[in-house]
């Protein structure tokens, strides 16, 4: 809770019970689960696809507890995506993670799809997602009780449009409880419109040089955040995507009205290849363009025979756009100008213009404050940041009765 990663909150009504989200935190090796839970829940209630959020649940399929997963239906398919790549992660290095493919595709079997502003009803509790605007079928969860009161669990949302998204939906019912993420609660992002111009300056003078841009950036959401962003300021040279992002992009394109604009992937697309195996790999680099790939922290994914390739041409640029965990490759290449992965030996100094631009699809500070302000709960719990406890105390300063909750070892009765 106090921390970003293996996100989990488990609600107990006397009645029902129901999990929203059951999360990894993937930047550990082996990937830290939340603790498992007693006995069995009646559903989950998933507000994303991101495996902070999602990453656990086939953990309840094979500790035998089967219950409904209700989702928005494209995060069944991003699950699916990543749910496969972390297993086949966790054969490559080795690491045996505490759940099989047949629970990957029991879990898969009990997603129940749900729209939108569509409720549905638990035994006594009643529930509606909300649109989040953080990735293509992100949620909060609105969960309206027996007694009367109405919890709102926003997971990770967005109250700002971005290339890819509307923001998130902000015309809410009365909320009693609000559990609120708090990635960007000590700090406002910087202009978008900036970063969007800093990254186009950053590819004219790399493809001036003769160089490639190399950028990093998280498969489901980010990638096809950039390819707008390219496409919108008009970047003509070869443009190639490669790595996981390819099947993300396939998945999300098939969601159309989930999308600000319902044909901007398509039309983004057009002058774009997907990549596809180390042979195309070496002939795209011979070349000045652009290639955007995974993983957004480099610890992993195509972007691995690239940098090996690159890392020493002054003339080319690696754009990190993307959180970076601590501990993690990029993070520590951002500090030390050294790209080390010990998985392939790898340890070289990087000559390439490194530079971080962040594109977040989090909401910031000022707009954490004015979302609570807007809803003016009874009580407010900050998870999922790391800097909740801080969040919390502003918050009771200005009036809110707030609260961080220690991870796993608080019991909360409304």
């Known amino acids: 809770m106090e921390n970003i990663g293996n996100s989990a909150v488990h609600v107990d009504t006397g009645v029902e019970k129901f999990v929203m989200d059951y999360g990894t935190k993937v930047q550990e090796i082996p990937p830290k689960f939340p603790i498992p839970m007693k006995g069995n829940v009646d559903a989950v209630m998933l507000t994303h696809s991101h495996l902070d959020h999602s990453g656990g649940i086939p953990l309840l399929a094979a500790n035998k507890n089967n219950p409904p997963i209700y989702g928005i239906e494209v995060a069944k398919h991003l699950c699916r995506l990543l749910w496969m790549d972390s297993l086949k992660i966790a054969r490559e290095e080795k690491i045996e993670l505490p759940y099989t493919k047949r629970d990957v595709k029991t879990s898969l079997k009990n997603f129940v799809p749900v729209k939108f502003r569509t409720p549905f009803k638990l035994r006594k509790t009643k529930v509606t997602y909300f649109d989040a605007g953080h990735i293509p079928g992100s949620a909060m969860i609105y969960s309206k009780f027996d007694d009367g009161k109405a919890l709102l669990y926003t997971?990770?949302?967005?109250?700002?449009?971005?290339?890819?998204?509307?923001?998130?939906?902000?015309?809410?019912?009365?909320?009693?409880?609000?559990?609120?993420?708090?990635?960007?609660?000590?700090?406002?992002?910087?202009?978008?419109?900036?970063?969007?111009?800093?990254?186009?300056?950053?590819?004219?003078?790399?493809?001036?040089?003769?160089?490639?841009?190399?950028?990093?950036?998280?498969?489901?959401?980010?990638?096809?955040?950039?390819?707008?962003?390219?496409?919108?300021?008009?970047?003509?040279?070869?443009?190639?995507?490669?790595?996981?992002?390819?099947?993300?992009?396939?998945?999300?394109?098939?969601?159309?009205?989930?999308?600000?604009?319902?044909?901007?992937?398509?039309?983004?697309?057009?002058?774009?290849?997907?990549?596809?195996?180390?042979?195309?790999?070496?002939?795209?680099?011979?070349?000045?363009?652009?290639?955007?790939?995974?993983?957004?922290?480099?610890?992993?994914?195509?972007?691995?025979?690239?940098?090996?390739?690159?890392?020493?041409?002054?003339?080319?640029?690696?754009?990190?756009?993307?959180?970076?965990?601590?501990?993690?490759?990029?993070?520590?290449?951002?500090?030390?100008?050294?790209?080390?992965?010990?998985?392939?030996?790898?340890?070289?100094?990087?000559?390439m213009f490194v530079k971080r631009l962040e594109f977040s699809s989090h909401i910031a500070k000022k707009d954490l404050f004015d979302f609570a302000k807007k809803l003016n709960p009874e009580k407010i719990f900050c998870v999922h940041g790391d800097h909740t406890e801080e969040f919390a105390m502003e918050l009771k300063h200005n009036g809110f009765d707030a609260i961080a909750p220690v991870a796993n070892n608080r019991v909360f009765k409304l």
Do not use: W
């Open 155 to 351: 997971g990770d949302y967005n109250t700002i449009d971005t290339r890819l998204m509307k923001k998130a939906d902000m015309n809410l019912p009365d909320v009693d409880y609000l559990i609120t993420e708090s990635t960007y609660s000590d700090r406002e992002h910087p202009d978008r419109k900036e970063m969007e111009k800093e990254l186009v300056k950053i590819v004219d003078e790399t493809l001036a040089n003769d160089g490639i841009t190399l950028i990093a950036g998280f498969a489901v959401g980010r990638i096809d955040e950039l390819l707008l962003v390219l496409k919108k300021h008009g970047v003509q040279c070869p443009i190639y995507v490669d790595g996981m992002a390819k099947k993300a992009i396939t998945i999300i394109n098939q969601y159309k009205s989930l999308l600000k604009e319902k044909d901007s992937l398509d039309n983004a697309l057009e002058n774009v290849e997907y990549v596809y195996g180390d042979v195309m790999r070496k002939r795209i680099v011979k070349k000045p363009g652009v290639i955007l790939t995974t993983s957004g922290m480099l610890s992993g994914g195509a972007i691995i025979p690239y940098l090996r390739k690159l890392h020493s041409q002054e003339e080319s640029s690696l754009i990190l756009t993307s959180f970076q965990a601590e501990g993690t490759p990029g993070k520590n290449l951002l500090e030390t100008g050294r790209f080390v992965y010990p998985k392939e030996n790898i340890d070289v100094e990087v000559e």
